[in-house]
């Protein structure tokens, strides 16, 4: 059992930046690839990026590409993801994700375990 925890969302302006961060309990942080997704009001659930275990591969949304990078640090348990040049369609909640396969995350985009979002309001 893998919980999760986000934190670092808030209220920014078009162009600014946030690092969102996500704590996971438990010993075994490391054996999973680790995803962030957002949901906007009405619209379904969006793939923005996601890193493997020991944090060689990332995959990223065309979306956040070049804006947005994710990292970890396995000895905090904790997936980051810094969120620059931000733009008010960046506007969502976000959700990160546990799955002990990357490909299920990158390709499937879901995952075992989620956390309970974190609020991302980007205003013009």
């Known amino acids: 059992q893998v919980q999760l925890v986000e934190s670092g969302g808030g209220l920014v302006q078009a162009g600014g930046s946030l690092r969102l961060s996500c704590i996971a309990s438990?010993?075994?942080?490391?054996?999973?690839?680790m995803g962030w997704f957002r949901q906007a009001p009405g619209k379904e659930r969006e793939f923005v990026s996601a890193?493997?275990?020991?944090?060689?591969?990332?995959y990223y949304a065309d979306s956040v590409k070049g804006r947005h990078t994710i990292s970890r640090d396995n000895a905090k348990n904790t997936v980051y993801l810094q969120m620059n040049s931000l733009k008010p369609e960046d506007t969502a909640v976000y959700y990160c994700?546990?799955?002990?396969?990357?490909?299920?995350?990158?390709?499937?985009?879901?995952?075992?375990?989620w956390g309970q979002g974190t609020q991302v309001t980007v205003s013009s």
């Open positions: 438990g010993r075994t942080f490391s054996s999973y690839a």
């Open positions: 994700a546990a799955h002990p396969s990357l490909h299920t995350i990158v390709n499937r985009r879901t995952g075992d375990y």
């Open positions: 890193i493997s275990g020991n944090g060689g591969s990332t």
